[in-house]
Every structure is written in C-alpha cells, then in structure tokens.
C-alpha cells in the first residue's frame, strides 16, 4: 500500500510539473526533469510550431484536450518509474531514435494523418473530375492508379493492350493527358502520389512538364523546388510480385532509379523518390516478417545503389525515401509490424550508413487496406474488414492512409462506394478520439513483445539477403518469389481447410447474395478516343525535335557511366522532361530506352507439395469434411487418368498486361499438388501466344487468371482464335476479379468459356468442377 501510495505521488508531481512547465529549458524544475522526456518536449514545441497548430505548447496538448468525464486526455503516455529512475534504461518516445513509438512527437494530436485514396480510370478527363469531386469531399492528396497499357511503357495504340486500356488506371499516352489529369488542380500546391515503377521516367517527365507549363511565368527550377509528393518508383519489389516492370534489373536499378534519385535530391527536395512498398508482397500472399524483412532489405539495397554507385551523399538521399505497408486483419500483427518497421529501419541505416542527419533514420509510411482480405461473398462486411485495418495503420502510425472501397474484391469502385470508403476514415479521424495520444500501445506486455518477436524475425531475413549478396542477388536467385509463392499457397490451403476463418466463404455462407454493382468500363470506348488524341499529337508536334530527344534517350542508356547527377546532360530524368516537352510518347520514350536495354523475361515455376501438406496438419477446429474432400478430388484425378491414359493438363493463363499472379499461381500450386499437369503461361501473354502454348502442350483445359478488367476483350478473343486454329475441343475456364454481372456475358451471349469461379472459390471445389468439364474418351 506504501508503495503504491509513494507511486501515485510521484506521478502526480509529475503531473504537476507538466501542466504548469510551458518552456521546459526555463523551468526552475529541470534539474528534476527527466533528459528523455525533455528531448521530446523539446520536440514536440517544434512540431506544434511548424503545423501551425491552435495547442502552442505540450502544456497545451496535456490539459486543453478534456473528455466529458473531466479526464485530461495525455499526448503521450510512459513508463514513469523508468524515466524517474537513472539506473534504468529510458523509455522510448515518439520522435526520438529508433522511433519505434512514431516517428514524430506529436504525430496525429497536431495534424492527423493525410487521407490519401488511391484511383484513376478510364480517360485523364473523367478521372480528374473524380479527383475534384473527392478533394472538394475531403480527401486530403492525390494517389494517381494508371492503367496496365501505362505501367508497361505503351501507348494505348499498341496491339498487345487493346483489352487494358484504362481498365484498371487512366490511361497516360503524353503530357496532353497528364496536364488534362492535373487540370484545375494546382501541382506546386497539391501533395501527389504516383504508383508508378516501370515507366516511371516518361511519367515523371510528364508530371514535371505538366506542373512547369501549369505555372508558365515562374522559372522551371523554382516550380520543381515546390512539387510534393511521392513515386513508387521501387523496381525491385515489381521483379519479386507484382510485375509491371519494363527493363532487367541492372538498367532499372543503375540508370533508372539512380537517375531519378540524383535528379530529385537536389532539384526536388520536397519530393519522395522512392516509396518502399511492402503492400504488393502482403498482397501477394507474404506473412508480416516477409513483408518487413524483405521491404527493408530492397531500402538497403537503394540506399547502397545511391551511396556506393551513385556516388551520392546518403543524407541527401535517406531522408526522401519512403515505404509503403500493407494492412491485413491480423490487427495487432499490423501494429506491431509498423512499430517494428521503424526500429529496424533506424537500426540498419545507422549501422550500415552511419548518416549525420538524423532524418536519415526516419521510416515515414504510407499505408492501405488490405485488397486481397475482402470478399466478393457479403460484401457489405468488408466495410467492418477495411475499418479494422484503418485502426491497425493509424495505431501503427501511418502518414497516410487509402481504405479500399467494399467492392473492390469484384471490380473498379463505384462513387458512392468510394465515398463510404473515404468517409470510412474521416469518421475514424473526427469522431473517434483515435488520434488524441501518440502510439497508445506503447508499453502494453503483448504489444512490446509481438513487436520485438517481429523484429527479430525480420531482422533473420534481411541478414539472409544479406549473405546472398543484397536484394538484387537474392530476387535473381528466385528465393524471394519462392518464398512468398509458398507462404500464399499455404494460405490458401488454410482457408480451404477452414484452419483460417473467413466470414460468408468458409464459414456462415449464405447463397442469397444480390450481384454487387460494379463500375463499368467502356474498353472500346476509352481505347478510341486515346488512339484519335494521339493521333493529333503526333500531327501537331514537329517530328525532328521528337526525334532528336529520343536519340538523345538512346544514347544516354547506351552509355556505361553514372549520370545521376542533376546537372548531367545525360540524367534520364532530365531527358524525360525535356521528351514531354517536345510531346514525344510514354510509348516512345519507353521504347528508346528498350532499344538499349531489351524487356525483361521472367521464369516461371510451381511451387510443390505447400497446399496439400495444410491438409495433412489441418488442426482440430478446421473442417472435418475439407480433408474428405480433397481426398475424394484425388480420387477423381486418379480415375480420370486411369481411363483417359493421361492425367488431366491445366494451362494457367495471363492474358494482357495483367501481372497480378497470385491467384494463377497458387491455382497452379494447388492443382498441381492434387495430381493435375499443370503448365504456367509467360505473363503478358496474347490470345494468340496462348492459344500456341495449349496446341504445343496438348491441354485438356486453358484457366485465364483475370484480375485487371480486361475479361469482356480478351475472351472472346482467346475463342476466336482457338477456333481460328481448330482447337475449339481445349475447355476454357476464368477466374479472378469477374463481376457476375459479366458471367452472362462470358458463358451466354459471347460463349467464351466454359465456367467463372469468382473470388473465394475453394480449389478444391474448383478442380472438381473443371475436371466434370473435359470430355471423357470412354465415356
């Protein structure tokens, strides 16, 4: 009782001491202050100052901010026995290095995080109304998405995109777009993000050029000096998961994010060159240490591109770095994930770089719900899923945040789904309180210890990475895609077994669901009216200038040495801007560089024995009848093969631009593993590539994995040409993110194929199905 009485003096002295300390240098106490707690205070009045905020001063935040039951809501809380006692280490603060609580003092209680949602579709014209619409809502910044034909460096007269054109993006073709996307929204004023990797120069260079001709008498270094924002920009995360790349990797790495590092370190300094995204390899199947570990180890790798090839100063390069993290269900996995991201960050960049300018040590994120954790099956709960994800990132201390519309597991937002997705965080951000104190899980036993298990963790992979020689070496290798294949495939099988729970598909179903309305595209549409405005272009501009900026292009990625320095004639960047300006092409600057360097081709493999060994250790509360299933589907595969002489042959399919390949391999894992031959087409494939690859194989079945809209062009197409080529007896099946609004359209009135399994299907339901399809010679 003594104790606990001499306790609550002390804190109440504390108490005492903070309400009434307004400058704590001043104080007459601070020979009594603790040394951690005066850098924050110290910290903090800087912050309060900088956002103009109406608290003044930390004396402020502690005592103005009153609940209705009289209670003084903190800033930040602590261990106060430790900061009292010099023999114990100092707690850790919001602010202070590692930053573990946060990575500012006063995080959200003197500015909140930034809603930032992510969209673009169709034309420039009708995204940039979207844009206005949702800024004059509230959203807070721009989050540009582009289409599959942009993110490939082509234009949208190119015959390999015909079914992607602003399907899944707008559609970029040159500056006459990008300036019609930005039109009344004023660039030197406008914080923009632009995911954006393998033509991020031509876009860029358009971005720029827009912003410069936007603001025509102000000279064009000032109105680059006043740009804000972030480009993704992270080419190696797209060689691991996600795929829009253009180039090899040593291109990528040493002429094209080098480049636009050096340019944008000195003429660009309120601009993130780089966004380190861990999102895409969540999203493609990666557990929160892969995500972590490998996300950190690619920020190693570009800071040692920007240090030991570059030749660049890392404190001119650490502080515009940024990352990206996906949010999934697992809540407190989520928040200490975060926590455990700018520790390990600061730790590694100290280490590794030993850089004078303490911002260098700083993670700043952005972060967005997870996609691949909503359910085409009662959609409306996936309004509860992104809420829950949106509290995970805000009490893991995000900057700023895109919660998913609830019907983005069956295709492109509507406005009004939009608009529930966006308020979705405004109610998080005015009526919750969420915000008032920094990291409040700071000190819980549960939440210190998953984050330091996490960090530990983590911290095993990148010393992996590290032993193989770095990032770049270790993707090479094929370990990183191997690893995050097998970790998706074994979450599949997890929830097929039931093992992992997942409302109205493995448990509570329902079959009375009404069809989701979807926002619908008009391909053809979108796709003419880019060809006629390109087609102007090309008659308005002069073609000898064009010409000679895409030699210069050519010319600068054929040569050898760095020119990453801003002033380098040869900068890529630099050239790109100046290509904008004479109104080349995002197709043609891409294809200036690919002369030089060729488009990379990756490998593809199938991941053995991930998905049936779930069912084999299947736990004690999973399905009972998953196994009996499984064992009857193998059952059937062996039947099948003893009458046909063969056992059923799968080709899993891309067709398109589309390079979300989660759902195709884990189809391909999961088929394979129940006893199917199963082949894995190249991505970026054409009808026509297909069609050759199931003739060559002699296939029962083709499965086109669609995830990018472009399922209304590209199957019909794919039956046009296996009747062309007489192979109309090959069964064609589709799977992905398919309205059911389009099934009709698919299995009815176009005949494309055979079956649609929408997200959710269980595999072994899927197997079953398709192998009912393919006619039996004895029978």
């Not at 959203?139 to 079914?163: C, I």
């Not at 002429?255 to 944008?264: E, L, Y």
């Not at 299995?747 to 055979?754: A, F, H, I, V, Y």
Request: some cysteine.
């Amino acid at each position: 009782m003594l104790a606990r009485n001499r306790l609550l003096t002390k804190r109440l002295h504390l108490h005492q001491l903070l309400r009434h300390s307004s400058a704590v240098s001043s104080s007459s106490s601070t020979s009594t202050y603790p040394k951690r707690l005066e850098e924050w205070e110290s910290l903090a009045q800087k912050e309060l100052i900088k956002s103009k905020s109406k608290y003044k001063s930390p004396s402020d935040l502690r005592t103005q901010r009153v609940t209705p039951e009289g209670i003084e809501i903190q800033p930040v809380y602590y261990d106060v026995d430790a900061m009292f006692d010099e023999s114990r280490e100092d707690p850790e603060m919001p602010g202070i290095e590692p930053f573990t609580r946060g990575p500012y003092a006063t995080m959200y209680t003197s500015r909140p995080w930034t809603i930032r949602q992510y969209a673009g579709y169709s034309t420039a014209k009708e995204s940039n109304e979207f844009y206005r619409k949702n800024l004059a809502a509230g959203q807070q910044g721009l989050s540009v998405a582009f289409d599959l034909a942009t993110h490939r460096g082509y234009d949208s007269d190119h015959e390999r995109v015909k079914g992607d054109v602003g399907m899944a993006g707008v559609a970029i073709d040159s500056i006459l777009d990008m300036k019609t996307l930005f039109d009344g929204i004023p660039l030197d004023k406008m914080s923009v993000s632009m995911t954006m990797n393998g033509a991020v120069l031509p876009v860029l260079g358009m971005y720029i050029q827009a912003a410069i001709e936007q603001n025509p008498d102000e000279d064009p270094s000032t109105v680059m000096k006043k740009l804000r924002g972030t480009v993704q920009n992270d080419i190696l995360k797209e060689f691991m998961v996600r795929n829009t790349y253009i180039y090899p990797p040593k291109p990528s790495m040493e002429r094209v994010v080098s480049d636009i590092m050096g340019f944008m370190s000195s003429e660009m300094p309120k601009f993130n060159s780089i966004s380190i995204s861990g999102y895409h390899i969540q999203e493609a199947g990666g557990t929160a240490e892969l995500e972590l570990g490998l996300t950190i180890a690619d920020g190693l790798e570009y800071l040692s591109l920007a240090v030991d090839h570059a030749k660049l100063d890392v404190d001119d390069i650490a502080p515009r770095l940024s990352f990206f993290w996906g949010i999934g269900m697992q809540y407190y996995i989520e928040v200490a994930k975060m926590r455990a991201a700018r520790r390990l960050w600061s730790n590694c960049v100290k280490e590794k770089f030993n850089p004078k300018n303490p911002k260098s040590l700083l993670l700043r994120t952005h972060c967005q719900t997870s996609g691949y954790s909503l359910t085409e099956q009662q959609p409306m709960n996936n309004i509860i899923r992104t809420t829950i994800e949106a509290m995970a990132a805000i009490h893991g201390g995000t900057q700023s945040l895109h919660t998913n519309s609830y019907d983005e597991a069956v295709g492109l937002p509507t406005a009004e789904t939009a608009r529930v997705a966006r308020n979705t965080q405004l109610i998080l951000q005015e009526e919750t309180g969420l915000g008032l104190t920094v990291d409040p899980w700071g000190g819980s036993y549960m939440m210190e210890s998953l984050t330091d298990e996490i960090y530990e963790k983590a911290l095993l992979i990148i010393q992996e990475v590290e032993s193989m020689g770095g990032m770049t070496n270790y993707i090479s290798s094929g370990m990183a895609k191997m690893r995050i294949e097998e970790s998706a495939t074994k979450k599949q099988a997890r929830i097929d077994t039931g093992d992992d729970v997942v409302i109205g598909v493995n448990r509570y179903v329902r079959n009375d669901d009404k069809d989701q309305e979807v926002l619908q595209i008009e391909n053809s549409v979108v796709l003419s009216q880019q060809i006629e405005q390109l087609n102007r272009l090309k008659g308005e501009r002069d073609d000898a200038e064009v010409e000679a900026v895409l030699k210069k292009l050519e010319h600068s990625a054929n040569l050898t040495y760095n020119t990453s320095h801003p002033d380098d004639p040869n900068n890529l960047l630099r050239l790109s801007i100046e290509a904008a300006k004479k109104r080349c092409t995002l197709g043609e600057i891409s294809f200036a560089l690919e002369k030089a360097w060729g488009r990379h081709r990756p490998n593809s493999t199938i991941v053995q024995g991930a998905y049936s060994a779930a069912f084999s250790t299947a736990s004690e509360a999973a399905d009972n009848n998953s196994k009996a299933e499984y064992e009857s589907i193998m059952k059937m595969v062996e039947d099948f093969e003893e009458s046909e002489g063969r056992r059923p042959r799968l080709l899993v399919a891309k067709l398109g631009q589309d390079g979300h390949d989660r759902g195709a391999r884990v189809i391909a894992s999961g088929f394979s593993d129940i006893g199917w031959d199963v082949d894995v087409g190249p991505l970026f494939s054409t009808p026509e590539e297909v069609v050759m690859q199931a003739i060559d194989s002699d296939v029962h079945v083709i499965g086109i994995s669609s995830q990018a809209g472009s399922h209304k062009t590209l199957l019909p197409a794919l039956k046009k040409e296996l009747e062309d080529k007489g192979a109309s007896n090959i069964i064609v099946v589709a799977g992905g993110v398919i309205p059911k609004q389009d099934w009709d359209y698919l299995l009815k009135e176009t005949k494309s194929c055979q079956a649609v399994f929408g997200p959710g299907t269980r595999i072994p339901k899927a197997a079953a199905e398709v192998l009912s399809l393919i006619p039996r010679s004895s029978l």
